[in-house]
């Protein structure tokens, strides 16, 4: 079963990255595919 992008929405199809997002004090696990993995680790770079 392939998991659905959280950003793009897109099926994660070759790697799926899992990055944990904090709201309301509560820690969700959420799937990024390669791209969007790749953005969001340039996001935080800065």
Do not use: D, P, R
């Not at 998991?3 to 897109?10: I, L, N, P, R, V």
């Not at 899992?18 to 390669?34: G, P, R």
């Amino acid at each position: 079963m392939n998991e659905t992008c959280f950003y793009c929405q897109s099926e994660c199809n070759e790697q799926v990255h899992y990055v944990s997002f904090y709201t309301s004090n509560e820690e969700q696990e959420k799937a990024l595919c390669a791209e969007c993995y790749q953005e969001w680790l340039q996001g935080i770079k800065g």
